[in-house]
C-alpha cells in the first residue's frame, strides 16, 4: 500500500502561482512512476503531468505545458507540481497518484493509488 496526502492547494487571482505537494508514505516511494489529476465540477478527471520513478522523464498535458511543471524528491518521498499563470480553467480538485510500474503514464486506469485530493481555485 501506498498513502498518498496531498497539500498546497488554495484560492488564487489569475495570472499567480501555487505549488502543490504529495506526500508518500508506505512502500518504496522511489519504485512508483508518478502523475497528477484534476477533477473540475461537472467533468471527468483528466491528466495534468507525470514523472518517471527516478524524475528523468515528465509527460504534461497540452493545457498545461509551459505552464506546470512535476518534480520529485525520493529523499523527502514527495512529489511536487509547481503551476504558474494560473487560468480559471484551472480550477479543479488536484489529485496525485502513484503508479506501480514507474513510467510516466497519463491513463487514470494505470494508477493503483490515489490521494484524497487538494482543491485550487482560480479567480479571474
Known amino acids: 500500500q501506498v498513502q498518498l496526502v496531498e497539500s498546497g492547494g488554495g484560492l488564487v487571482q489569475a495570472g499567480g502561482s501555487l505549488r502543490l505537494s504529495c506526500a508518500a508514505s508506505g512502500r518504496t516511494f522511489s519504485n512508483y512512476g508518478m502523475g497528477w489529476f484534476r477533477q473540475a465540477p461537472g467533468k471527468m478527471r483528466e491528466f495534468v503531468a507525470a514523472i518517471n520513478r527516478r524524475g528523468t522523464s515528465t509527460l504534461y498535458a497540452d493545457s498545461v505545458k509551459g505552464r506546470f511543471t512535476i518534480s520529485r524528491d525520493n529523499a523527502k518521498n514527495t512529489v511536487y507540481l509547481q503551476m504558474s499563470a494560473l487560468k480559471p480553467e484551472d480550477t479543479a480538485v488536484y489529485y496525485c497518484?502513484?503508479?506501480?510500474?514507474?513510467?510516466?503514464?497519463?491513463?487514470?486506469?494505470?494508477?493503483?493509488?490515489w490521494g484524497q485530493g487538494t482543491r485550487v481555485t482560480v479567480s479571474s
Open positions: 497518484a502513484a503508479d506501480y510500474y514507474g513510467g510516466t503514464n497519463g491513463a487514470t486506469s494505470s494508477y493503483e493509488y
